[in-house]
Nanobody
Framework: VQLQACGGGLVQAGGSLRLSCAAS????????MGWFRQAPGKDHEFVAA????????YYADSVKGRFTISRDNAKNTVDLQMNSLKPEDTDVYYC????????????????????WGQGTLVTVSS
């Protein structure tokens, strides 16, 4: 599975961005899909996940109520709508795919993901 993320950019605080992750090589309908972010020198930080099929979603407390993850299995894409952005949301954002049988309870843990896309930079100015 190859993952390609796009949609990052520069936005003012309070603004919105929509990230998109396109998968190729295999359908990801049986993968839990996640978004992570990473600052230089730090580990991946969990942002949001959506269960395989079109299951429930799960968010980090820091983005709950502001970000929305969604998927379109027919298009093999996963999106992250980010609203009310804050300067502390500035990071490189990554999409990732976790095989469904690794368990939904592990979606916060980057080490359980099987495939990663390249990052897309989100910069929020104050």
């Amino acid at each position: 599975v190859q993952l390609q993320a796009c949609g990052g950019g520069l936005v003012q605080a309070g603004g919105s961005l929509r990230l998109s992750c396109a998968a190729s090589g295999r359908t990801v309908s049986r993968y839990n899909m996640g978004w992570f972010r990473q600052a230089p020198g730090k580990d991946h930080e969990f942002v949001a996940a959506i269960r395989w099929g079109n299951g429930p979603t799960y968010y980090a407390d820091s983005v709950k109520g502001r970000f929305t993850i969604s998927r379109d299995n027919a298009k093999n894409t996963v999106d992250l709508q980010m609203n009310s952005l804050k300067p502390e949301d500035t990071d490189v954002y990554y999409c990732a795919a976790m095989r469904f049988d690794r368990g939904w309870s592990r979606v916060e843990h980057s080490s359980f993901y099987d495939y990663w896309g390249q990052g897309t930079l989100v910069t929020v100015s104050s």
